[in-house]
C-alpha cells in the first residue's frame, strides 16, 4: 500500500493498464487546509472499534494519528469491540447511555428505529466517492471506504491438482469437483460458526446472491412490500442447492463449534480444500507461506460469472455526540485519508471504489479477485446488503440461525415459513 496523498479535490482520469497489476481510479479527497488547524474547536471523541488479524491494533492506532496530527484540538478515544461482533456491543453500550461518538462498521439498520444514528451533512458525504450509494430515505449514515466480494471460494492449489481437477465454472462442475475431492480423502469444504454464525452462512450467502439477485436484483425490496416470501420456489432452490452439500457430507463435521479464526486457520493448515469467504481473505493468504490459493466466483448453474458485490465502510455517527461537526469531519476524512485507505487494502484486501486512486501492486491473488469483479455482473451480497437494499433490522441475524437450523438437519419448508413469520412479525412492530 504505497501512498499517494491528496490535497483539495483533484480528478484525475482512470488509468488501467491491460495485464498490469496497478489498479488506479480517481478520488476527491476531502481538504485539509494546513496541517496545524489550530481554529479546529476542542473536542474529545470517543470511537468504537474492532480488531481482527487483518485490521489490528496497530492499524487503527495509525490512521487515528494520522488525524490527530492534523488536528491536535480533537482528542480520539479507541474503544475496542470485546469481539468482532461490533454491532452487538454497540447496542450494549447504547442501552446503557454509552454510545461512542463514532462506531465503526456497524449495522446501520440496527439502529435506525431508535433515531441514534446522525445522517452526515452534505458537505461531507460530497467527498466520499460512492456514499450515496448506501443512502437510507436519501440520508447517508456510514461512510464507504471500499468494496467487498461476498463470498468468492478460496481453494487449495495442491489439493486440486492431486484429486485432477481444475476450477468449475457451473453448478454440475462444482458438484463434481466435491465428489473427486471426497474420493481422494479431501474434505472439499469449510465452515464454522459457533460464536461467528456468519461463517456458517457465507456460501448459502453467495448462492442466494447468484440465483435468486440475478432473477430478481430488488428481491429484498420487493419482501419489504411482500411480493415475495422466502419460501418461494426461487429462493428455496437457493437453498435446497445449499443444503445438498450438507447432505453429501461435504464439509468438515466440527463446522458449528468453530469459529472465525479457528476456520481460516483450518484452511491454511491444508484441513480442507475450498474456503467460501469474504475477498478480504486474501490479506491473509497473501501474508502466508504454507499453501497455494486460487480462486473462483461462485458456480451458477450457466457458467455465468456473477459477483456478489457490497459497497461499505466504517464510521458511522452518534446521534448524541457532543461535537457533531468533529465526529463527521473524523468520519469523512478517515475513509479518504490516502495512507488510510491504501493501508485497509494491503491489511485487509479492501476493494477501492470507484472514484479512488491508489498505488498499490497486487498480489497474483488480488488481482485475479480484481479481474473477476471487471468482468462479472455484479448483484448485491445476501445479508450484506447495505442503504435502502438492506433487510430489516433484526433480519441478519435470524437468517444465520435459520442456516444453523438447517445444518442441524431441520426441514427447509419448516424454517423458511418460519423465516417469512419473523420477518413480518419484525415488519409490524417497525410500522
Given at each position: 500500500m504505497k501512498k499517494i496523498i491528496l490535497f483539495g479535490l483533484v480528478s484525475m482520469i482512470i488509468s488501467v493498464v491491460a495485464g498490469c497489476d496497478l489498479f488506479s481510479t480517481s478520488i476527491s479527497l476531502p481538504s485539509s487546509s494546513g496541517t496545524t488547524n489550530s481554529n479546529d474547536k476542542l473536542a474529545e471523541l470517543n470511537v468504537l472499534v474492532f480488531e481482527t488479524p487483518n485490521l489490528t491494533?496497530?492499524?487503527?492506532?495509525?490512521?487515528?494519528?494520522?488525524?490527530?496530527?492534523?488536528?491536535?484540538?480533537?482528542?480520539?478515544?479507541?474503544?475496542?469491540?470485546?469481539?468482532?461482533?461490533?454491532?452487538?456491543?454497540?447496542?450494549?453500550?447504547?442501552?446503557?447511555?454509552q454510545l461512542p461518538d463514532v462506531l465503526m462498521s456497524i449495522n446501520v439498520q440496527e439502529f435506525l428505529s431508535?433515531?441514534?444514528?446522525?445522517?452526515?451533512?452534505?458537505?461531507?458525504?460530497?467527498?466520499?466517492?460512492?456514499?450515496?450509494?448506501?443512502?437510507?430515505?436519501?440520508?447517508?449514515?456510514?461512510?464507504?471506504?471500499?468494496?467487498?466480494?461476498?463470498?468468492?471460494?478460496?481453494?487449495?492449489?495442491?489439493?486440486?491438482?492431486?484429486?485432477?481437477?481444475?476450477?468449475?465454472?457451473t453448478w454440475s462442475e462444482f458438484v463434481n469437483v466435491v465428489a473427486k475431492l471426497q474420493e481422494s480423502g479431501v474434505t472439499p469444504l469449510l465452515n464454522g460458526g459457533a460464536k461467528d454464525p456468519w461463517a456458517s452462512t457465507l456460501l448459502l450467502d453467495g448462492i442466494i446472491s447468484t440465483?435468486?439477485?440475478?432473477?430478481?436484483?430488488?428481491?429484498?425490496?420487493?419482501?419489504?412490500?411482500?411480493?415475495?416470501?422466502?419460501?418461494?420456489?426461487?429462493f428455496k432452490n437457493a437453498v435446497l442447492k445449499w443444503k445438498s452439500l450438507y447432505e453429501t457430507k461435504s464439509f468438515n463435521a466440527d463446522g458449528l463449534s468453530i469459529g472465525y479464526l479457528q476456520l481460516q486457520d483450518a484452511f491454511l493448515k491444508g484441513k480442507g480444500a475450498m474456503y467460501p469467504m469474504g475477498s478480504w481473505f486474501v490479506?491473509?493468504?497473501d501474508a502466508q507461506n504454507?499453501?497455494?490459493?486460487?480462486?473462483?466466483?461462485i458456480p451458477t448453474d450457466d457458467g455465468s460469472i456473477v459477483i456478489p458485490y457490497s459497497v461499505s465502510g466504517p464510521p458511522s455517527i452518534s446521534a448524541t455526540t457532543k461535537f457533531p461537526e468533529a465526529a463527521q469531519m473524523f468520519a469523512a476524512e478517515f475513509v479518504t485519508d490516502a495512507e488510510t485507505v491504501v493501508a485497509i487494502v494491503k491489511s485487509d484486501a479492501e476493494i477501492p471504489l470507484?472514484?479512488?486512486?491508489?498505488?498499490?501492486?497486487?498480489?497474483?491473488?488480488?488481482?485475479?479477485?480484481?479481474?473477476?469483479?471487471k468482468v462479472g455482473n455484479k448483484v448485491n451480497a445476501f445479508s450484506w446488503e447495505n442503504g435502502d437494499a438492506a433487510m430489516i433490522a433484526g433480519m441478519v441475524d435470524v437468517v444465520n440461525k435459520t442456516a444453523q437450523n438447517i445444518i442441524l438437519g431441520n426441514s427447509v419448508d419448516l424454517e423458511l415459513a418460519a423465516l417469512d413469520a419473523k420477518w413480518d412479525e419484525i415488519s409490524t412492530h417497525i410500522k
Open positions: 491494533a496497530q492499524y487503527w492506532d495509525d490512521a487515528i494519528k494520522r488525524f490527530t496530527d492534523k488536528h491536535p484540538n480533537i482528542k480520539i478515544n479507541k474503544v475496542v469491540s470485546p469481539d468482532i461482533d461490533r454491532t452487538k456491543y454497540a447496542k450494549q453500550l447504547l442501552a446503557t447511555g431508535s433515531n441514534s444514528l446522525l445522517p452526515f451533512d452534505e458537505k461531507y458525504v460530497s467527498q466520499v466517492p460512492g456514499a450515496m450509494s448506501n443512502a437510507i430515505n436519501g440520508k447517508v449514515y456510514q461512510l464507504p471506504w471500499g468494496a467487498q466480494t461476498i463470498p468468492f471460494i478460496y481453494y487449495n492449489k495442491k489439493m486440486f491438482a492431486d484429486a485432477g481437477i481444475v476450477e468449475p465454472k440465483d435468486v439477485f440475478t432473477k430478481e436484483p430488488n428481491w429484498v425490496n420487493k419482501r419489504k412490500k411482500g411480493e415475495v416470501k422466502f419460501s418461494d420456489p426461487l490479506a491473509s493468504a504454507d499453501i497455494d490459493v486460487g480462486v473462483f466466483p470507484d472514484g479512488q486512486t491508489i498505488e498499490y501492486q497486487y498480489s497474483p491473488l488480488f488481482q485475479r479477485v480484481i479481474d473477476l469483479i
